[in-house]
């Protein structure tokens, strides 16, 4: 099955800094989703994006549909220790899948304080 | 409202053992999904359900079956389990219908065949 590559694998970075992980794809997508998970628990949807380009905000994360649509990115500016978890992209396929979401491998983020 | 709920949150079996996860959501949500999670794997897509009614498989369907018992509850069951099915499970459900969709998890269940 298809899988998005995601990068990096693992981030470690000091409180205050910014972060930045991006997802990349062989298909064409036409919805890019980006969840959090925290220890524990199931993903927790972040930011949703429906259009190429789209640029969209939630508090100090900010996320961008990629011209091409095989990739987007996630930020995240002055990093906090609340930030720690793993950050899922997910993309739906523009044909041929449906409803169903390909998730990327994850981006494991540690925050140092 | 709880969203998505999943029973039990642990669990231990022995190979050959079978078991059911349930899931139910109370959201009136339309599509429901079965995913594992493994490490460096991301989460994959075992069942889905579109609607009350229907099933389809997912990326990796064997060794598994399921039921959507009503809009509410869709069910996933282990005949018998292997130490491969070793996992985190989640279950999701979306409202369904078009590229805005978006699917809400439950909290998982952490099953360990020994």
């Known amino acids: 099955g298809q899988q998005l590559n995601q990068s990096p694998q693992s981030m470690f970075i000091q409180e205050g800094e910014d972060v930045s992980m991006n997802c990349t794809s062989s298909s064409i997508f036409n919805t890019w989703l980006w969840y959090k998970q925290d220890p524990g628990e199931g993903p927790v949807l972040l930011i949703a994006?429906?259009?190429?380009?789209e640029l969209t905000s939630n508090g100090r994360l900010t996320a961008q549909f990629g011209i091409t649509r095989k990739d987007s990115f996630l930020n995240i500016s002055a990093s906090i220790p609340s930030d720690v978890g793993i950050y899922f992209c997910a993309g739906r396929a523009a044909t041929g899948g449906g409803n169903k979401l390909t998730f990327g491998t994850g981006t494991q983020l540690k925050v140092e304080l | 409202n709880a969203g998505v709920t999943q029973t039990p949150k642990f669990q231990v079996l022995k190979t050959g053992q079978s078991m059911t996860l349930q899931c139910a959501q109370d959201m009136n949500h339309n599509s429901m999904y079965w995913y594992r999670q493994d490490p460096g794997m991301g989460l994959r897509l075992i069942y889905y359900?579109?609607?009350?009614?229907?099933?389809d498989k997912g990326e990796v369907p064997n060794g598994y079956n399921v039921s959507r018992l009503n809009k509410r509850e869709f069910s996933l069951r282990l005949e018998s389990a292997a130490p491969s099915q070793t996992s985190v499970y989640f279950c999701?459900?979306?409202?369904?219908?078009?590229?805005?969709?978006?699917?809400?998890f439950g909290p998982g269940t952490r099953l360990t065949v020994l």
């Open positions: 994006l429906y259009k190429a380009g």
């Open positions: 999701a459900s979306s409202k369904a219908g078009g590229p805005s969709d978006t699917q809400y």
């Open positions: 359900s579109a609607s009350e009614g229907t099933t």
